[in-house]
């Protein structure tokens, strides 16, 4: 198979032909259609983020298809269409997997991150924590629901956004503009800030009441607020947006920073609060809430050879909504 590999951190990534991997107990060999791009790659291939092991084929938002299962799998039939997502497994029996927090597990493994991912033909992962897909998204749409849509769902409900409340979103990516509908479906008002004039246009496009710039002001405070741009210089002017106890989420996995800022940001019971990672819960809350909303999912393909050319674009600001290669 080819397969796309990273050998170490700050080098462009590498097309390389590898052998199929042989799915092991309770693994299933997946055929894949198309796997979404993600900021967290992007940390990987800069060397902002530093994976267990190298070389790494990464990439963890996958669509494909079953070819064949290991021992003891059968839940799902080979030809079945399924998800593959960050959370590649959980050991289940750790104090934070027995409170309902595998995001947070000792032992839990990230695809494309411990193990290899999707910029590939094929992957393999463990039966249990893949997820049947619904019909409604075509395979390139559907990629970007599994880690830019998740996290923006596990994002909303860390801020503890309720019906009808004002949401503000920083940064405005593959994740925002699916958390951005969720949002609207929800009854939520919905500001975006972004530096690009087409993010903000987009965002107007899919419902965002107001768009405008970090420090600009929306025409009311924000009740909750979540952070989508890896830049922590944003924090303060998020809490300046917010209402008194309102709620800031931070939604990446890499920050360049925490500045310093005046304990009247916080002060008045302001919260903030980061995601990390993901449950299978919320993947399939997700999931159904997704087809629930008709989410719009905007994406750019690229094939499998051009993983290089959708990263620096990513890196750019210059995707509209999501990347997604397709390795046919
Ligand atoms: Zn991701
Ligand atoms: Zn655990």
Avoid at 24 to 53: K, M, N, S, W, Y
Avoid at 152 to 181: N, P, W, Y
């Amino acid at each position: 198979m080819r397969a796309q590999v990273l050998e170490q951190g700050g080098r462009p990534l590498r097309l390389v032909e590898r052998e199929t991997p042989r799915p092991g107990p309770g693994q299933v060999l997946i055929r894949v259609r198309a796997c979404g791009v993600c900021h967290t790659d992007l940390h990987l291939v800069d060397g902002e983020l530093t994976p267990p092991r190298l070389p790494l084929i990464p990439g963890h938002q996958v669509v494909g298809v079953i070819e064949a299962g290991g021992e003891g799998t059968g839940r799902l039939r080979p030809g079945s269409r399924v998800g593959v997502a960050w959370l590649h497994e959980a050991c289940g029996a750790c104090d934070d997997c027995r409170r309902g927090l595998e995001n947070l597990c000792d032992r839990v493994r990230f695809t494309g991150f411990h193990v290899d991912g999707g910029y590939a033909e094929q992957i393999i992962a463990p039966e249990r924590f893949v997820y049947p897909l619904p019909e409604t998204f075509p395979d390139a749409e559907a990629a970007p629901l599994l880690c830019a849509g998740i996290i923006g769902f596990r994002a909303l409900k860390v801020c503890g956004a309720q019906r009808g409340e004002r949401v503000a979103l920083f940064g405005f990516g593959a994740s925002a503009h699916l958390t951005l509908q969720i949002a609207r479906w929800r009854g939520c008002q919905v500001d975006v800030y972004s530096r690009a004039e087409e993010h903000r246009r987009l965002a107007l496009e899919l419902g965002a009441g107001w768009a405008g710039q970090a420090g600009e002001a929306a025409p009311a405070p924000a009740d909750r607020a979540i952070l989508f741009a890896p830049s922590g210089r944003l924090i303060p002017i998020a809490l300046r947006a917010l209402r008194k106890a309102g709620t800031l989420a931070i939604a990446v996995i890499h920050l360049d920073q925490v500045p310093a800022f005046d304990y009247a940001l916080l002060f008045e019971e302001r919260v903030v609060r980061t995601v990390t990672a993901s449950t299978r819960r919320d993947g399939e809350e997700f999931l159904e809430e997704a087809v629930a909303a008709r989410l719009r999912v905007a994406v750019e393909p690229f094939p499998l050879a051009e993983a290089g050319r959708a990263l620096d674009l990513l890196r750019e600001g210059r995707i509209r909504g999501a990347g997604v290669l397709l390795p046919a």
